[in-house]
């Protein structure tokens, strides 16, 4: 799998996750099957992927609240990462 093949997989797993109220196993889980370039995603990284993701939890809540927004789970994802991205290369 490619990076950014990759990337939607884990966007994908984890927004199910988060929607359906899987465990926290079923997910580390799942997140391991992700192969990158036919290796299986080490358990600091499965771990700081989850932890990145849960401490977004609040700018994916505020975009899923605005009235104008009729997106799906996985389109809020996309947005979010954007938007995100967007802010951190900002210039000053």
Not at 33 to 45: D, H
Request: glycine letters at 8%; zero cysteines.
């Amino acid at each position: 799998m490619q990076l950014l093949e990759a990337v939607k997989e884990i966007n994908r797993i984890l927004a199910t996750a988060e929607r359906e109220g899987e465990t926290f196993a079923d997910m580390v889980g799942k997140l391991q099957n992700v192969r990158l370039y036919g290796t299986t995603l080490p358990i600091g990284i499965v771990l700081g992927i989850i932890e990145e993701f849960i401490a977004n939890a609040d700018g994916r809540k505020k975009i899923r609240e605005l009235k104008d927004f009729n997106l799906t789970d996985d389109e809020i994802q996309e947005v979010y990462d954007r938007v995100n991205v967007g802010w951190d290369t900002r210039e000053n």
